[in-house]
């Protein structure tokens, strides 16, 4: 499980339902062991402090620890009714209570292993068998803890519960390395003899039932991280993760190919890990995927935040058989590097400045050429680290040479980057060759990425002195460190992000995707594709409505229902859904449907989920049938002929803007709600003269009306008005009125909402309609009857729901998408002259003080799936008023560990930000 994002499979709710009552009755038998006794109360202690932290069923605890982990000497077994009792013990047990009630610990040395001494042979077998059938649990605890071995699966009759990720055993943080100066040198580990660890950067199998796991420990004194020292603190380099993580996948699979036919792809660097005084404990877990590749983790245990080991490179990996290896030609390279040449003294002097201080082991520079946009670089592998380079296949100092040689790209070497950039991400790594000791580094701009998502994206290429390429890196991008030095401190803070589209062609690399259902819906398409793509179901949407939002919530409700009888069926396999909608005028809109499609993605992961946007029917074959083996891709657009994802890009507010002015008149719409009052307030304080006219369907409550009394003064006025949004005549009406009292209207801000939360399988067509009806029909009539106003904006208050789905949100992210989509359509129409006023869709993130709220178990969760924590009002004003100085019609604000966010957006995988969800359980979407 990564340690941003989660997918739960779970079984039918209601066959655990059965389960619980026929089998699961406490009491429950827990046990636990260890190789030693002080390894078994650290054990005990872990798992009390994850029981505190979780939500979990004690059978599901109990079978676990019985099936799921590997029987050691020293022994624990209790007997419990409910969790809080399971606390209670391990509590009294680790602070060393004796007699504790129902709670058993022996080592198997000290005790008898019973059945031998008192039974032999087949009686002593049907006397096991017995007593775990009749569910004698007092006895066979016992019988555990003296060593007797148990099959567990008797006591559950063929029907288990689930088994379920608990805390693993915890491995004594012992030192093995060689102390002193010894540690320094670089060891041999491949020769027999050696200290046995199987790499230098993979010291032990540490894998367990639960998972295929490397564990090292690092002292700081190995070369990789004495040499290579950040704002003065040893850091393990980026490219050491990519060994290790070769490394480990080459032991899992037992390629003894040194690596050549691995690959890596989609790598991210979470967190920069620096060791100071104590050793650091890293791991590394591989976890095989259903389409054959291989993700992996870096972490470490020695550290939690909220509940998870910290996560600090993760990617994936997949072996190829059919390699070809490229080739460059370095001399006719060299004849174009008609630019600066850079010495190995001047690059690490410049490092040096930015607080990268490379030691002579990391120094592989010996010369940079430039050209235009490309450089290329002279490596040899440093003498001090020589013996280490047949430890290694991507030596760690060769390939940060590589990376080292991007210096070669600035135009300005001396100023560029004061501050130390240290890897973020890379897209592939491909494997043809060793290293040597001599090399040559050619690396040169992505183009692609930088023009598509404004971030500097590097392709690098290090081959041998003939020129055959033995590494290719491609998609790797870096970021500037500040930030992340300081993320033990959990530094909280806003990122803003605009959507924007991203070049990216379907890779040669097809992933073997099969579909036990395909079914295209095509938006007010006509087209007979079902005889041109064999299996595919099609399903027209067709309306005779005038009305762009009757039709949209037509399109929502039918694709929804659809979506709902496929999760009834219990897919076995992936089912394909593809929409296809034209970018056209205002059939763009229909794009919004993506909200429904990506929640249906994260509530059940059998669901793969397009939504294809395309020109003109031309293209629609080619991109249904190319996006088939794409299956990652949730949002796809073709514009002037070339395939485009949809990605965020990160803005950097400069400034602020107050949009509101002395004497001018305001409508929130949904004013009375817990966003609305607080945009009232802040419009009472920022100007004077002001109209703030609120509206909501119900009457004011009198704690509502004392509130609403309370924004009132001499200089600003504060109206309520009951008005149905929903209702073309009544908003018409209101916004006469408004005229006719005010004698004008500057701006509206369209908060009104509502949220019906329930996951597609349970959620009815009825609600869906009530949820969509506010922002859609609402945010239309509010529209269409301020046309001609000249209004200073237009504001719609979003939800991050709308663009990257949500959990039991299926409507309203549906409903907020075509929010985020309408500002795109109103400014265009603003630029023909057609609106008035800066038209902007806001995604917020939850608010602490907003009227929608979620219960504290799913914050938790929101924090750990995506960094993100509930906005403080300053920070959301602050916000608000940096996305008014954008020139963009849609940010989406998040609020949180920056660092978390920024990896949960690149990863690009639907997440989940539990906004409102109060009452909804994991089981419900029968995933
Ligand atoms: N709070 C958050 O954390 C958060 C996060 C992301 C996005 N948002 C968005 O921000 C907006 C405001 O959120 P909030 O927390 O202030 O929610 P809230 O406290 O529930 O307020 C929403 C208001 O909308 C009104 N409303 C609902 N349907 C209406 C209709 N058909 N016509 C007129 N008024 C209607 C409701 O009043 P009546 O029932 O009296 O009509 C209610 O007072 C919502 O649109 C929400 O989607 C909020």
């Known amino acids: ?116 001494i008192l039974l032999s042979g087949s009686s002593a077998d049907k006397f096991l068998t017995e007593t775990i059938r009749r569910r004698e649990l007092e006895t066979i605890a016992r019988l555990w803890i003296a060593g007797t071995e148990i099959d567990w699966l008797l006591l559950y009759n063929g029907r288990t519960p689930r088994k379920i990720a608990l805390p693993t055993y915890p491995f004594a943080r012992e030192r093995y390395w060689i102390s002193g100066e010894e540690s320094h040198k670089n060891i041999d580990f491949t020769k027999s003899g050696g200290n046995g660890y199987l790499h230098p950067l993979l010291h032990t199998n540490t894998s367990d039932l639960s998972q295929q796991r490397f564990t090292s420990t690092f002292s700081g004194k190995e070369f ?62 591989l976890y095989p995927e259903e389409n054959g590749d291989i993700s992996f983790e870096v972490y470490s245990d020695d550290e939690y935040e909220k509940d998870e080991p910290v996560v600090f490179n993760q990617g994936s990996a997949f072996l190829i058989d059919d390699i070809e290896v490229p080739g460059l030609d370095i001399r006719s390279l060299q004849a174009k590097c008609n630019q600066k040449i850079i010495e190995p003294e001047q690059c690490y002097e410049i490092f040096k400045n930015q607080g990268l201080d490379y030691g002579p082991g990391f120094r592989g520079i010996e010369k940079v050429y430039t050209g235009e946009g490309f450089a290329l670089a002279r490596l040899r592998l440093p003498s001090s680290v020589s013996e280490s380079m047949d430890q290694f296949v991507l030596h ?283 945009f009232a307030r802040e419009i009472a304080a920022q100007v004077k003269n002001a109209t703030v006219i609120l509206t909501g369907r119900s009457a004011l409550n009198d704690n509502k009306k004392s509130v609403l009394e309370s924004l009132k003064s001499p200089d600003i006025k504060v109206e309520y008005f009951r008005t149905d949004v929903t209702q073309k005549d009544a908003v018409i009406q209101l916004m006469r009125r408004i005229i006719e009292d005010f004698g004008q209207l500057d701006g509206i801000i369209h908060s009104a909402g509502i949220i019906r939360d329930n996951f597609i399988i349970k959620k009815n067509s009825e609600e869906f309609c009530e949820v969509m009806a506010p922002k859609v029909a609402g945010l239309l009539n509010l529209d269409e009857s301020s046309k001609d106003l000249p209004l200073d904006f237009f504001i719609l208050f979003s939800s991050g729901a709308g663009p990257m789905g949500n959990m039991g949100q299926s409507d309203y992210s549906c409903a907020n998408a075509f929010m985020d989509a309408y500002a795109g359509y109103r400014k265009a129409l603003t630029d023909k002259n057609e609106r008035h006023g ?51 019609h849609q940010v989406m604000v998040m609020e949180g560990r920056i660092p978390q966010m920024r990896l949960s957006l690149y990863m690009s995988e639907p997440i989940s930000q539990p906004e409102t969800l109060k009452d909804l359980k994991p089981d419900d979407a029968n995933c």
């Open 1 to 116: 499980m990564s340690g941003t994002n989660a997918h739960v499979i779970l079984d039918a709710y209601e066959e655990r339902q059965e389960r619980e009552n026929v089998f699961f009755n406490p009491p429950y038998l827990v046990i636990l062991s260890a190789k030693k006794e002080d390894r078994l109360k650290d054990y005990a202690r872990r798992l009390m402090n994850y029981l505190e932290k979780s939500a979990l069923d004690p059978s599901e605890i109990a079978y676990t620890l019985q099936v799921g982990r590997s029987a050691m000497e020293e022994r624990l077994a209790t007997l419990v009714s409910d969790i809080e009792e399971l606390k209670e013990k391990l509590s009294g047990y680790v602070r060393g209570l004796k007699n504790i009630e129902n709670l058993w610990y022996e080592n198997i040395k000290n005790g008898k292993n019973v059945k031998e």
């Open 838 to 888: 800066k038209t902007l869709s806001v995604n917020w993130p939850l608010w602490k003080d907003g009227g929608m709220q979620i219960d504290e178990a799913l914050e938790k969760m929101m924090q750990q799936t995506t960094g993100m924590v509930p906005m403080d009002t300053e920070a959301g004003i602050r916000a608000f008023y940096q996305c008014m100085d954008s020139d963009q």
């Open 396 to 678: 760690p100092s060769l390939v940060d040479s590589a990376l080292q040689a991007s210096i070669g790209l600035f135009t300005n070497i001396e100023n560029n980057g004061a501050k130390p950039a240290l890897p973020f991400a890379l897209e592939s790594l491909e494997i043809f060759g060793n290293c040597s000791a001599s090399m040559w580094a050619f690396v040169r701009e992505n183009n692609a990425g930088k023009a598509d998502s404004g971030i500097e994206k590097l392709d690098i290429d290090l081959c041998d002195d003939d020129g055959n390429v033995c590494v290719r890196m491609s998609g790797f991008s870096s970021r500037i460190l500040e930030e992340d030095m300081d993320i033990a401190k959990s530094s909280i803070g806003t990122l803003l992000v605009q959507p924007c589209w991203k070049e990216e062609q379907i890779g040669t690399e097809k992933i073997p995707v099969t579909y036990s259902q395909h079914i295209v819906f095509l938006c007010e398409i006509e087209s007979d594709i079902e005889s041109q793509i064999p299996g595919a179901r099609c399903i027209c949407l067709k309306s005779e409505a005038q009305d762009i939002g009757e039709r949209y919530s037509t399109y929502a409700i039918r694709i929804f229902e659809e979506i709902q009888s496929i999760i009834e069926g219990k897919p076995e396999s992936n089912v394909l859904i593809q929409l296809v909608v034209l970018l056209d005028g205002e059939k763009t809109l229909f794009g919004g449907l993506a909200g429904l499609l990506k929640t249906a993605r994260i509530e059940n992961p059998k669901i793969i989920a397009q939504l294809i946007g395309i020109p003109s029917n031309d293209l629609l074959i080619e991109a249904l049938e190319a996006n088939m083996s794409s299956p990652m891709d949730t949002e796809i657009r073709y514009m002037d002929g070339r395939r485009h994802i949809a990605d965020w890009k990160e803005i950097a507010p400069d400034d602020t803007l107050i949009p509101w002015k002395d004497g001018g008149v305001y409508l929130i719409t949904g004013g009375a709600g817990g966003l609305g009052l607080i």
């Open 224 to 285: 990789f991280l004495a040499d290579h020292v950040v704002k003065g603190r040893c850091v393990l380099p980026g490219v050491a993760y990519l060994e290790m993580a070769r490394a480990a996948v080459e032991h899992a699979v037992g390629s003894g190919n040194h690596g050549i036919g691995i690959r890596l792809k989609n790598v991210v660097w979470a967190r920069p890990i620096a060791v100071t005084d104590d050793p650091v404990n890293l791991h590394i877990g």
